[in-house]
Antibody
Framework: EVQLVESGGGLVKPGGSLRLSCAASGFTFSPYSMNWVRQAPGKGLEWVSYISSSSRYIIYADSVKGRFTISRDNAKNLLYLQMSSLRAEDTAVYYC????????????WGKGTTVTVSS | DIQMTQSPSSVSASVGDRVTITCRASQNISNWLAWYQQKPGKAPKLLIYAASSLQSGVPSSFSGSGSGTDFTLAISSLQPEDFATYYCQQANSFPPTFGQGTKVEIK
């Protein structure tokens, strides 16, 4: 079964840091580009960051640029999102998402991990 | 960034009804459009890509149309499991952007 499983969410104080992980299984991870997408409570979907299959291309939303770092370990089938200088507005469910090759559609989503930034 | 605007924001319908949702892009995106379904507490699910191609496993009661700036998602005969929130997403250029969502509720 094709699966993405996120972990690492939790409660963190403003200004703090957190690292999210996403474990891929059921498919060959290395050829696929990956996204992180988030959803604030009661709100819509917001794309956060993209990483190409080889990590050559990395892109961030303006809202997280300079604070978040995306990375991957193809040998371990893992995707990461290092988040620092967290703000209340970063509170959201964070989804790990597989990108359809040669397009930017998102065909496999994890169940999400919740990040809450609050004092 | 390309802005995606969905209408309506919510729609009340009955089982068996035909429902249509519209998505408008702020600039020409050709057919680089996807539709997702999200149920409460669950992750989004890809329904349609390239504006009108049905993702594997998605019922044929779902269809998509449009190109350029105006797109439509249609559900031909609403089933109980179709009550959810639907999002469009443009894949024409970075950053990928989503519409604000359309909630399909039970009348």
């Amino acid at each position: 079964e094709v699966q993405l499983v996120e972990s690492g969410g939790g409660l963190v104080k403003p200004g703090g840091s957190l690292r999210l992980s996403c474990a891929a299984s059921g498919f060959t991870f290395s050829p696929y580009s990956m996204n992180w997408v988030r959803q604030a409570p009661g709100k819509g979907l917001e794309w956060v960051s993209y990483i190409s299959s080889s990590s050559r291309y990395i892109i961030y939303a303006d809202s997280v640029k300079g604070r978040f770092t995306i990375s991957r370990d193809n040998a371990k089938n893992l995707l990461y999102l290092q988040m620092s200088s967290l703000r209340a507005e970063d509170t959201a469910v964070y989804y790990c998402v597989r990108v359809v090759p040669a397009a930017d559609y998102m065909d496999v989503w994890g169940k999400g991990t919740t990040v809450t930034v609050s004092s | 960034d390309i802005q995606m605007t969905q209408s309506p924001s919510s729609v009340s319908a009955s089982v068996g009804d035909r429902v249509t949702i519209t998505c408008r892009a702020s600039q020409n995106i050709s057919n680089w459009l996807a539709w997702y379904q999200q149920k409460p507490g669950k992750a989004p699910k890809l329904l349609i890509y390239a504006a009108s191609s049905l993702q594997s496993g998605v019922p044929s009661s779902f269809s998509g149309s449009g190109s350029g700036t105006d797109f439509t998602l249609a559900i031909s005969s609403l089933q109980p499991e179709d009550f959810a929130t639907y999002y469009c997403q443009q894949a024409n250029s970075f950053p990928p952007t989503f519409g604000q969502g359309t909630k399909v509720e039970i009348k």
